[in-house]
């Protein structure tokens, strides 16, 4: 077992201000990123906020920026860096900053709530759902989301954009729409919710310009932009600039 | 090929006013615009010089005008050839619907249809956003630019017509096979031989066929719009199909644009004289 | 007066885990104005750790399956010492809960004619987890959770506003229940004695320091495990045992505290992940368990009662894998207790791994293509965080604490926590429902089970009460905020040595203690031992200081949680040093046999003086209910004999 000194940098403050600290820390081997920002809580800096639960990818709880890329701290191995680099730790910079690496993420909460729920199938009751594997799949990609907002925070729109929050969604919300839509027994059409059109009018589809930074850094591998946001971006072509489909829809509809 | 919509970069952008982005009141105060140690600025950089020398040795080669025949070779970038001024191809896709009153290159009645289609595809627009429009240059790298409306307006609002130029890109994709059928042929016209060129033009249809079918559109036309797959067992068979060729479809949209260069190029060699055509059979 | 921020609520859920979620929704769609206490951030609860699936009846794949079939799995892996009437509710409402989960939007995996697809688990006699690849419990969570957002989207259109009648506080944590005042007016007497009614909760706002209080009359705790008191544990910080102290302050006994299980099969390298599991599949798809000599040790921990059962040579174990209905299971695959003490022994013996477990291995028995296929997430998980390719090399693995069987006391029926009217608790908080040991795959139905009734009866309860709510009693409030502003003034105390305490040792050594001498076998001499050190650190704690202040400030949050760990450790020490037998979860090196007559025993843990937080804990013995007959009759004779006493069958 081999231990050394690290040198970290890690951005204290809060809403008001604040700066890069220099630490010196010990590293052990095999640990991540987010045992070492323990380790300087137990020892140096008993204040040091950070949000973390599960320590193994799985909640989506200690994301911050490591080096400038955003990741999950509990998934960053500190075998990938060299012992003599400096390792600077910030907080994910698209949302206010709360204190230290924990910041406000609110913005994703208020996203989550604007994109209308699963609209169960009228007449089918619980235990008669039937669904095909295969019809299921794309869905149940997307839902190996964890939430981390990673994405969200790696996305320029908003991250350059703060004006651009309040009418984009973010790929996260963008792929619920595209997980909805996908869903087999999805009934928000039966009742006048048209996601495909809403995707563009509501939610902001049209501001992506699908640079792929959100599959980039998406930990559980989902393939946001081919899979989700550029499927739903051809849905809502379907819906409003493809008058062949209009039209085939329409004959459908009679014969 | 894709600078005549963007406006070209400048290379190093003026620093935006400050408060913006990530510097915005309320975010972590941290004064640098990224903190990035790696060699972010690679990928971009790579990718902007790759699509101006495409676009620089295609502009040259689609105003030329000249050296895009050589009996049983056609270049890709002048078929189908549709002007009367096209050079006498026996057998070519050689079509003067234009009539006499089309006086410019050739190439260009027909290159619009390629290029539009590859100026829209889902992944050359990631390239010259990143490459060009520095848009974000790369991940978690702040952008220039202090306004950003994204694909929502004109101009880029146009980007959702990638589905029609989808549907040009398979009547050009047959011509061009068509091209690959003839030359199967000798000087004379004789069948049944093969040269170096037949090969190029061989190699390089397929790769357009493979980019043309991993298009995103192509994907959803095909299956994706569906939302029971298990109704439509053969669909979704392709939809499968097109998907695994759609993970590639980055890596097949370089190497179906450095085959069409290089396939243009091979007819200009041998055309121009400057190489000989060597026959296997 | 403390400066406290105040709500009103008809119910508060404390825990936004699959239990908290689910009870909220349930008060919510019965007309309450509910609100949901969570420690994290909505969405993150410890429920998406889960991976094997949610055991429900459903009989999708096998349709012999029902819930009678179901109960007497969960009691037999119970050891028979389930509340039975819990684990009757859970077998039979199992299905629905489920099926419910669907019409929400939950996407589970698929039989081939479109139903929900069910897998085979340890004690579960025919195929019932419906699952969602090895993430479940993520499905379970990201499925309440947006139930939660449906019906705030309801109240939005209703009321234009989100949170008129569900609201979430993330990032806040309780650390009191409050009650009513009974007339007495005296500290002692009133508030945290028995009898009286819930009047609310005191806590603060992780983020800013804040403290709140929510009055309302009916408080659900749902607030999860314990495992953080121990070492090595496949629990996340929030499982600090917060509603089991709760509860037990509140004047709510506690029971079945000695049974807590250990996992055989934790990583324990690196250490930054020391702890997480290893799911049982990979001994199911054909891992074996070596020593650092390199032998397959499990053949020489087989307990005579299993010998028949399991095979006796490396050579049979290896071809029940390809056929299992003419060779024996090979010893790997005994139940969890076993195979925890096994690792154990190994390595106390010294023939542990280089990190101190033993080794797992899959490559020398499946091709790695094969690895890859059956084990997706393990192959992930070892190559992510210990850079180990399980398709090429053994891993290292070891018992770790996994979840605690016992908990607060309730009524089976409605949820209702015994002895203080208005506090209800459901999961993993709750006791009874999985006697000595839990099954896996019961613990997200139970959730979702029990869940639903908590919700259902708290709403019920207030909706009884009519205007009548009991009132918040100030003084207790103002304790509640003195007893949390303690660690900030700690060093002003006169302390003998002057030097405040550092959270983060007080609770490393509470860990090492309860790993140490309360872990997976238990002897009475080092559970004494453990008792005084205990008490010692009980005696630290309240010297526990923090520097800073109090936005979001970690040292302090644990300094707080520390109360809570120190009483739950207690408990499950004091009852397990009572209980003179073996079963299931609890293991006694000193009395290895299972004794019919601790069966129907019960040990109760009831805080000994209601006044001192950090007051001791009593255990007493209370005997169950007789099983009901027809429940009974769902057993042969023969089994029952081995549980129960003849005087039991004879009635």
Known sequence: MSTYTAHFRVWRGDADGGGLRDYRVEVHDGEVVLDIIHRLQATQAGDLAVRWNCKAGKCGSCSAEVNGRPRLMCMTRMSVFGRDETITVTPMRTFPVVRDLVTDVSFNYDKAREVPSFVPPEGVAPGEYRMLQEDVERSQEFRKCIECFLCQDTCHVVRDHEENKKAFAGPRFLMRVAELDMHPLDAAEEQGLDRKRSAQDEHGLGYCNITKCCTEVCPEHIKITDNALIPLKERAVDRKYDPLVWLGDKIRRRT | MATDTQPPAPPTPPAPPARHGVLSAGRAAIAARHLRTDRWWLQPLLTALGLSAFVVYSTWRAFANAYYYAEPYVSPFYSPCLGSNCVDMPLGARWPLFGEWWGLSPALLVLIFPLGFRLTCY????????????????????????????????????????????????????????????????EQGAWGHMGLGTLVLLVNIALIWAYTASCHSCRHIVGGRLRHFSKHPVRYRMWTWVGKLNSRHMLLAWLSLVSVALADLYVYLVASGAFDDPRFF | ???????????????????????????????????????????????????????????????????????????????????????????????????????????????????????????????????????????????????????????HREHGDYEARLKVFQECTVTRVLKEDEGGGTEESAGRGRGGKVSGVFGYVRESGRFFVIEAPAVVLATGGIGKSFKVTSNSWEYTGDGHALALLAGAPLINMEFVQFHPTGMVWPPSVKGILVTESVRGDGGVLRNSEGKRFMFDYVPDVFKEKYAQSEDEGDRWYEDPDNNRRPPELLPRDEVARAINSEVKAGRGSPHGGVFLDVSTRLSAEVIRRKLPSMHHQFKELADVDITAEAMEVGPTCHYVMGGVDVDPDTAAATGVPGLFAAGEVAGGMHGSNRLGGNSLSDLLVFGRRAGLHAAEYTAGLGGARPAVVEWQVDAAAAEALRPFSAEAETVPDGVPENPYTLHQELQQTMNDLVGIIRRQGEMEEALTRLDALRVRARRAGVEGHRQFNPGWHLAIDLRNMLLVSECVARAALERTESRGGHTRDDHPAMDRRWRKLNLVCELSDPADAFGEVSVGRREMDPIRPDLLALFEKDELLKYLTDEELDR
Not at chain 3, 108 to 126: A, L, M, P
């Open chain 2, 123 to 186: 992944y050359y627009r990631k390239a010259y956003y990143r490459g060009f429009w520095a848009s974000p240059p790369a991940c978690a790298v702040a952008e220039p630019h202090e306004k950003y409306t994204g694909e929502t307006r004109f101009p880029l609002i146009l980007q959702n017509i990638h589905r029609y130029f989808f549907y040009f890109a398979i009547p050009v994709a047959l011509i061009l096979t068509y091209d690959v059928v003839l030359a199967f042929r000798d």
């Open chain 3, 1 to 155: 007066m403390a400066q406290v921020e105040r709500h009103a609520y008809d119910v508060v859920v404390v825990g936004a885990g699959g239990a908290g979620l689910r009870a909220a929704i349930e008060a919510r769609e019965q007309g309450m104005r509910t609100a949901v206490i969570c420690k994290s951030l909505f969405g993150k609860a410890h429920t998406v750790m889960a991976e094997g699936g949610i055991a429900a009846s459903m009989a999708n794949v096998n349709p012999h399956d029902n819930w009678q079939v179901h109960f007497r799995d969960t009691m037999r892996g119970g050891k028979f010492l389930n509340q039975w009437r819990m684990a009757e509710l859970h077998a039979r409402e199992a299905p629905d809960r489920v099926w419910e989960l669907e019409t929400w939007g939950a996407l589970f995996d698929r039989t081939k004619d479109g139903r929900i697809s069910q897998r085979n688990f340890g004690g579960h006699e025919y195929p019932r987890l419906a699952h969602v690849g090895d993430r479940t419990g993520l499905e379970l969570i990201r499925t309440l959770q947006q139930k939660i957002v449906s019906l705030q989207q309801e109240d």
